[in-house]
């Protein structure tokens, strides 16, 4: 994989990004908008393409999690335990409800209608975001976790949620009352991201171990016999490894394919069924924190800022970054067998 | 020119020879794919072929529950897949397990040598993490603090006026000890998943020097021995931290847990420091009951923070502890100045909603921690009890 071309840039950095790290990133799935949620306190509205800021958002305390309803409206999940929603066209935002404690992870399920929240209370929470505001016409139902909830991801029916202590459950979002599966990770260490493969057979999960296991949700052997895991994201110096968290995982929308992104400061593209990385983007200038592919793959925005893992230190300031996407990066290439000698 | 190492050959099955298109090489090393593709345990099986090449955790996990210590054998039985061996019906269970018969540690040795394998050469960057040392099991070391929670942490104890040096120092205390946790999985007999059985506790290091991670001390000595006033009072502590613990048995959990407690933490990061004594740290927050403005001064999310389970009700069994508590911080001046800006603090922006939010839902934990001061054997200066030992340690 020697890259013989100097490194391409890494991508048109936006203006006026938040003025603190930047805890996530989202395309919507009409436009290239962008949603920015981050630690300065505010969600704010960017299309990527004209490069310009739309909307800016104040909550009170740091956003850590945003999601799209429609073009017009999204969802945003802040450490002040409040779950809102932003109408961009209005410029106005309300609380649709709360948690005991800061809410981590927000989705909406357009199959269920429904926002779905997890937070650092243990708990999962689904919203009627159409309800008035206020928690109690809004509020679906709340559903314990053995943990914090540390990410979340649906795909179609299914919800999959990681929480601390390694803990992994699914869910059918047509039946709450309990998970359809509840699994411990793969991997070692603290989870950090798990995301669905959007042909909703199953789901990456990270961890801070730099290793990602790829997982299944049908139970039988067929399928477990698919499950791997594998490591990234680390630096080779002096006869070690230096491990780093991997922050991110966001698949391309088209071909399955996904990419991650690492404290490390690079973003790598995989092939998953075929386990091989397919590119390799020149290293940001600080931690890859969020990650997100726009609806037709043609994009990729990195947020490059820096997450702490090393405490507090010099770091570079938080950006973000959108680059297109150019197919041989992102497309998978089968294996391809050598012919039997004749 | 040939690049990727030939898979085939690697399984003892390539037709093409030196004709191959690929490289013929034995399993390499775990840092030297440039891939990253490779077993978890790999670093077992360094000199051997490696049938999958790409993260055969399944097959790892195929002989969980046979002879563990004969990894080998495990590697070469390729495609014995996890329910063929323990007899778990292919079909999904009823009780929801995605896994099936998971590793058994029936070998602690083995264990043993997975876990000094593992923090030899894949030590993550990211310190305060959970562990288990097989995947799919339940962790050995629990109290998983993600980055996210870490920074939230520092920004509230920032906004409630903590000076920069004593987040600092709160997250330094945290990080010691949780790097003494797995110190202590290192060194002692391997003994099972914290998340087992209350029994399964690092045994208390009788020769560990006394200076050396008083963390563990506290965490190892009062499990077995705590009268139930003290366990109740524990049990407060930990409830500080629920959201640290993994399971009913959270002792081991203790000085991670205690001093983990951001909030508290943040009212006697010196204290902490100097003592390594948890009370000190779950005082701040059991005085809450008690005091309610106390427990006014943590702005909510750090009040729920890792922990929305209840303060036990059992105010009163801190009471004595309480007084020795504050005369602990006492003890170390700066501490006490901090734990007087928070009752200062606490007159202004009160919410008693607060505390009444801690008081949700306290699953029943019992942890370890402050009065294990008792149990030391030797006090450094600034942690000597001003107080006589309640009742129970005399």
Known sequence: ??????????????????????????????????????????????????????????????????????????????????????????????????????????????????????????????????????????????????????????????????????????????????????????????????????????????????????????LSEVSQAKKYAFKCHRKSEAGRDIVYPVNAIAFHPVYGTFATGGCDGFVNVWDGNNKKRLYQYSKYPTSVAALSFSRDGRL??????????????????????????????????????????? | MKKEPCRNFQRGSCQYGEKCKFLHVTQQQPKSNAFGFGTQANSHQQQKPNPFGFGVQNNA???????????????????????ASSGAPSSRQPDNQAQTTNHKCNDPDSCKRIIAEDFEHERPLWKLTCYS????????????????????????????????????????????SKLAEFENLLRNPYKGPAGSTPAQQIPFPGGAPVGFSPTVQNTVAPQNNFPPPVSSFNQ????????????????????????????????????????????????????????????????????????????????????????????????SGQSLGVFNNSLSNSKAGVQPATSVQLGKNLPAKVVSGDSSIWLKEKWAPGEIPEDAPPDAYV
């Open chain 1, 1 to 218: 994989m020697a890259s013989v071309h100097p490194p391409p840039a890494p991508g048109r950095e936006l203006s006026n990004p938040p003025t603190d790290g930047i805890s996530n990133l989202r395309f919507s799935n009409h436009s290239d908008h962008l949603l920015v949620s981050s630690w300065d306190k505010t969600v704010r509205l960017y299309d990527a393409s004209a490069d310009s800021l739309r909307g800016e958002f104040m909550h009170g305390g740091p956003v850590l999690d945003c999601c799209f309803h429609d073009d017009s409206s999204g969802f945003s999940a802040s450490a002040d335990n409040t779950v809102r929603r932003i109408v961009f066209s209005h410029g106005k935002e309300d609380i649709l409800g709360r948690h005991d404690a800061p809410v981590r992870c927000i989705e909406y399920s357009y199959a269920a209608g429904q926002v779905i929240t997890g937070s650092w209370d243990k708990t999962l929470k689904c919203w009627d975001p159409r309800g008035a505001s206020g928690q109690e016409r809004t509020l679906v139902g709340t559903y314990p976790q053995p943990e914090r909830v540390y990410s979340l991801s649906l795909v179609g029916n299914r919800l999959v949620v990681a929480t601390a202590g390694r803990h992994v459950n699914v869910y059918d979002l047509r039946n709450m009352s309990q998970p359809e599966q509840r699994r411990e990770s793969s991997l070692k260490y603290q989870t950090r991201c798990v995301r669905c493969y959007p042909n909703g057979t199953g789901y990456a999960l990270s961890s801070v171990e730099g290793r990602v296991a790829m997982e299944f949700f049908d």
């Open chain 2, 61 to 83: 996990q195929s002989k969980g529950g046979n002879d563990f210590g004969n990894k080998q054998t495990q590697f070469k039985n390729t495609w014995t897949r996890p329910s």
């Open chain 2, 236 to 331: 407060l502590g930990a409830s500080l931290n629920t959201g640290f613990s993994q399971g009913p048995s959270v002792q081991s959990n203790n000085p991670f847990g205690q001093p983990t407690s951001f909030s508290n933490s943040a009212q006697f990061p010196n204290a902490f420091a100097t003592n390594n004594v948890p009370s000190a740290n779950a005082y701040s927050f059991g005085s809450q009951q008690p005091n309610q403005s106390v427990a006014a001064s943590f702005p909510t999310n750090v009040a729920n923070f890792g922990n929305s389970s209840v303060i036990n009700p059992s105010t009163n069994q801190f009471s004595a502890a309480t007084s020795s508590t504050q005369n602990l911080s006492s003890s």
């Open chain 1, 300 to 342: 990729l925005a990195v947020a490059s800022s820096y997450t702490f893992e090393e405490g507090d230190k010099p770091h570079e300031p938080d950006a973000i970054f959108v680059r297109s996407v150019n197919e041989i990066e992102v497309k998978p290439k089968p294996k391809v067998y050598p012919n039997p000698p004749a």
């Open chain 2, 133 to 176: 040392h097989w995947k799919n099991s339940p962790c050995d070391i629990v109290g998983d603090v993600s980055l996210e929670e870490l920074r939230a942490a520092a920004y509230d104890d920032a906004k409630r006026g903590l000076s920069f040096q004593s987040i600092i120092e709160r997250e330094r205390n945290l990080l010691n």
